[in-house]
């Protein structure tokens, strides 16, 4: 007779750490797209159409935020996180269209901001955006590396296999990796938020 088998933690998380490891390139050019535009945004100024857009955004955030509990931030920055790292994963099967663009957005928005802070307060103002990237960005790139890497299923010879084992293991990678990653970001880039306006 044989034995069932059980859920097993350290299995699955050896598993998903295997999937990452296997999916490094992709993760890597994730990288190199988010860190392209940010460099972009970085040194060159945008147009007065992207500007406004930019504003309007950060606009619109502070005011979602504005006289948030820290509880209330850590759970605001956690879902927000969470929605866009798994729907930049999930629809990276249409050929990773959808975690290009959110890596392009992503890298220009953060570029943009790190300049208007040099600006304002100099070189060395930048380790402050350190401690809310941390955790957040490496969650953002191995979730959308592996979007990217979902999207490639349409090249390989055995489409539906080649679908299925990418679209399971990157489930995987997103529960046991990406969502303790973003559980640890939203904490520390909450209480900052919070202590840093009151």
């Known amino acids: 007779m044989k034995k069932k088998r059980g859920f097993n933690l350290k299995k699955e998380y050896k598993q998903s750490w295997k999937y990452i490891k296997e999916s490094k390139n992709f993760i890597y050019i994730s990288i190199g797209i988010f860190f392209a535009f940010f460099i972009l ?8 159409e992207i500007l406004n857009y930019i504003f309007t955004f950060i606009q619109e955030l502070l005011e979602k935020t504005q006289g948030m509990s820290a509880t209330e ?73 592996i979007g990217l ?4 299923f349409v090249f390989q010879k055995k489409k539906q296999k080649s679908f299925r084992d990418f679209l399971l293991n990157s489930l995987r990678v997103f529960l046991f990796i990406v969502v303790p990653l973003l559980i640890i970001a939203g904490i520390i880039e909450g209480t900052l938020i919070y202590l840093l306006g009151n």
């Open 41 to 48: 945004a970085f040194f060159v100024s945008p147009t007065e």
């Open 73 to 145: 931030l850590i759970s605001f920055i956690f879902i927000n996180n969470l929605k866009s790292s798994f729907f930049g994963m999930v629809f990276g099967i249409a050929l990773g269209v959808f975690p290009i663009l959110a890596l392009i957005a992503n890298g220009y928005l953060l570029g943009f901001v790190s300049s208007l802070t040099v600006v304002e307060y100099g070189i060395l103002s930048l380790w402050r955006i350190l401690p809310y990237g941390i955790f957040e960005l490496p969650a953002i790139f191995i979730s959308l590396g």
């Open 149 to 152: 890497k979902l999207g490639s």
